[in-house]
């Protein structure tokens, strides 16, 4: 992995964690959200709506599923998306999953004034939404192609910022760091534990510390996706993530879904 780098931008000084915030999510009614089993209050986690199914044959490189149809690939619960409707699912999932949970995300700070990244933001589906809220977004994808897309579609949005990354390493974001990172089924599409750890650090490299890495792996262990597989996504256990994270100067601290395909972890830099 290459050097860690020397940054302008000094980290602010460690500031205690945040005691523990209920995780409650409403989905507002107004939303006229397209998520299954929506329109009412939930504990996050527990009957949270589902909106991606995967099957184990899809497994076509990334640069292939993007050019095919990647309104699917990134959300495969259908093949014949419309534009507005892709869109729509977008600002869903920023709803369930980020403005529902402000208090964890934020801190007490003001979001306008906060930096996020979006972890493999393919076509810009949730960076939109997020760009609403946070002062700058920067989206950041391996498939160049998706990358190619999420810029044409939100090229009229001066706050945002996207990037072909190499798999590898997040140096092409040189030295920004950001107050919060998102990731929306991303780490089902990384063939294996090691791949997942990396780019878990490598996040890290670029968040301040206290703030705080939300996404999600598959936690079905039942599942044993072959070698390379880059759909399913390799399972992890509760210990797996934690002690993922204290490998990568992170605090697991809370952790909703194990043993299922959608399991949400909140990550707080250390
Ligand atoms: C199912 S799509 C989700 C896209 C977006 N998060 C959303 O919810 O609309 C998965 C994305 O993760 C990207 N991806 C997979 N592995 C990655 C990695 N190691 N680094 C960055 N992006 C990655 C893929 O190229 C793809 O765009």
Same mark, same amino acid.
């Given at each position: ?8 931008? @000094? ?16 989905? +507002? ?5 397209? +998520? ?11 009957? /949270? ?35 507005? /409707?892709?869109?729509?699912?977008? @600002? ?77 390493? +997040? ?25 997942? /750890? ?68 909140? +990550?707080?830099?250390?």
């Amino acid at each position: 992995m290459a050097a860690r780098r020397q940054r302008k931008d @000094t980290p602010r000084r460690s500031r205690p964690l945040p005691p523990a915030q209920p995780l409650q999510v409403r989905c +507002l009614p107004q939303l006229n959200c397209t +998520l299954r089993g929506c329109g009412r209050e939930t504990a996050l986690g527990e009957s /949270e709506p589902k909106i991606l199914f995967r099957e184990a044959s899809f497994l076509a490189p990334h640069l292939d599923r993007a050019r095919e149809n990647f309104r699917y690939y990134i959300v495969n619960s259908r093949k014949d998306w419309t534009a507005e /409707e892709f869109a729509q699912s977008g @600002t869903d999932t920023f709803f369930h999953y980020v403005a529902n949970d402000m208090e964890n995300i934020c801190q007490g700070r003001n979001p306008k004034e906060m930096k996020a990244l979006d972890f493999g933001c393919g076509a810009g589906r949730v960076t939109r939404a997020l760009a609403g809220i946070f002062g700058e977004v920067h989206g950041v994808d391996v498939s160049g192609e998706m990358v190619r897309l999420a810029k044409a579609e939100l090229a009229g949005l001066s706050n945002v910022f996207f990037y072909e990354s190499n798999g590898s390493d +997040l140096n092409v974001l040189g030295d920004t760091l950001f107050d919060f990172a998102f990731s929306f089924s991303v780490f089902h599409h990384v063939p294996g534990k090691a791949l997942i /750890e990396n780019c878990i650090a490598e996040v890290g490299k670029h968040l301040r510390p206290a703030s705080l890495f939300k996404f999600e792996v598959q936690g079905d262990l039942r599942l044993k996706p072959p070698p390379g597989d880059t759909w399913l996504g390799p399972p992890l256990s509760e210990a797996d993530i934690i002690e993922m994270a204290r490998r990568c100067g992170f605090e697991s601290r809370y952790r909703i879904g194990a043993g299922k395909e959608s399991y949400w972890q909140w +990550l707080f830099k250390i």
